[in-house]
């Protein structure tokens, strides 16, 4: 069994190719603040792995900064630069006001306009490639919705969508680890160049969208600065994108999986709603989330200094056997299910209404449309130690008669 302190948490390898579940365990319970320490310039950061350390971590924005930034891998390199920016990574008076003014664009009563097209999109993309008899779920299904819901909040027009689609998975799509680095930073940087366009002309020509909202309002009493207004469009797609995605990728093949599961599912006796939040537990696309310690504390007999770097690891929490029953079984029907894959507290995910509502949209398309459903083929995974999941997931499956 390898030793704890010989495990690198910050390579994707490990969390594309590895089992890991033995590992959070042993941390868990041998080692709830492990220190993992530097390598060459590389500075060491802890690994927080218990559900009740993780979550009262996300709940304590003081103890646990996001404010240099919330991913392992920025804070690895000196911290993000968009820090204090853009809406994640910005903490204190500044963060409330700007989630304050951003919170009601995202009530289920603003999204209702967006989720009845994602159902509409969800409905048509099943009955499109059940047509087809199967289709690559990952790219053909998932890939599309959760950046036409994106879209629909900024009010992207219809003809510059196919572009923004292209450019995002160029970005930020995680299959093959030597094309992301390549392309990757073209991408963004064309992304950027594409909003720094759109928020000019919505600076002039406001509409009923986000993109005009936070070129509209005031923060601390000043108008949010041209790069603040990009970053933030950037951070919708950033937050909302992949992450879905991976969440409705993980969900079907956890009912490929499961098929008892799909089954209860299918038969009506579980309903969507504790169904989308399984496949949230399940799946955990946001692996972990990054913080810096705010102040000399000590957890667990460890020393925590101000100014380390922290992982909250959300992978482990949600598995925690001291929150869930049987956290390693999939069961649609789990109640309580309080997850951490929305975080908590302060920065919880402003976007969590509209990730559950795509997920359901998806799920009652499944069970209303699907007859037989396999795998066709090998499942690859994501190289990321952020976000965990599936990159593809071939499958074959027939109409309902
Ligand atoms: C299953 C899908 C999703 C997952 C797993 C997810 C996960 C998360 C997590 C863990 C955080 C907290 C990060 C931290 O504390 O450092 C977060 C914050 C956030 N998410 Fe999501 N998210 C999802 C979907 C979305 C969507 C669809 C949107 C918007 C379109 C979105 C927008 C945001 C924003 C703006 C924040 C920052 C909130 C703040 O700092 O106040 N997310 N999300």
């Not at 204090?84 to 951003?102: F, K, N, Q, S, V």
């Not at 922290?310 to 299910?337: C, G, H, I, K, Q």
């Not at 069970?367 to 396999?374: A, C, H, N, S």
Request: net charge negative; aromatic share 8%; charged share 25%.
């Amino acid at each position: 069994m390898q030793l704890l302190s010989e495990i690198d948490f910050a390579d994707p390898a490990l969390h594309a190719e590895e089992d890991l579940s033995q590992v959070w365990r042993r941390l868990r319970t041998q080692e709830p603040a492990h220190w993992q320490p530097g390598r060459g310039t590389r500075p060491g950061f802890w690994v927080l792995t218990r559900y009740e350390d993780v979550a009262g971590a996300y709940r304590d924005a003081g103890r646990f900064r996001s404010d240099r930034g919330n991913v392992l891998d920025t804070l690895l390199s000196g911290g993000d630069s968009a820090a204090g920016l853009m809406l994640p990574i910005t903490d204190g008076a500044r963060h409330a006001e700007l989630r304050g003014a951003l919170m009601k664009s995202f009530s289920p009563r603003a999204l209702s306009g967006v989720v009845d097209s994602i159902r509409a999109a969800s409905r048509e993309l099943v009955g499109e490639f059940l047509e087809k008899g199967g289709c690559d779920f990952a790219q053909d299904v998932a890939g599309q919705l959760p950046l036409r819901a994106i879209c629909d909040l900024l009010d992207v027009p219809q003809s510059d969508r196919q572009h923004l689609l292209d450019m995002t998975s160029s970005a930020l799509g995680s299959e093959s680890e030597l094309r992301l680095q390549q392309d990757s930073w073209v991408s963004k940087g064309e992304i950027l160049l594409y909003f720094t366009d759109l928020a000019a002309q919505r600076r002039r020509n406001p509409q009923d969208d986000i993109v005009s909202l936070l070129t509209k309002i005031q923060v601390e009493g000043a108008p949010l600065s041209d790069e603040e207004v990009i970053l933030n469009c950037y951070s919708l797609i950033l937050g909302g994108d992949e992450t879905t995605r991976l969440a409705l990728v993980g969900g079907v093949a956890a009912l490929l999986e499961n098929p008892a599961q799909w089954a209860a599912y299918r038969s009506g006796e579980v309903a969507t709603d504790s169904a989308v939040e399984e496949v949230l537990r399940w799946t955990t696309p946001t692996l972990h989330a990054g913080r810096t310690a705010g102040a000399d504390f000590t957890l667990h007999d460890q020393v925590i200094r101000a100014g380390d770097i922290v992982t909250l690891w959300n992978a482990s929490a949600n598995r925690d056997e001291e929150a869930f029953d049987e956290p390693d079984r999939f069961r649609l029907d789990r109640t309580p299910n309080r997850h951490v894959t929305f975080a908590y507290g302060s920065h919880f995910c402003l976007g969590a209404f509209l990730a559950r509502a795509e997920i359901s949209a998806v799920l009652s398309d499944l069970r209303d449309l699907v007859g037989e459903m396999g795998a066709a083929g090998p499942a690859r995974r994501v190289y990321s130690n952020f976000l965990g999941g599936l990159g593809s997931l071939p499958l074959t499956w027939t109409r309902q008669a």
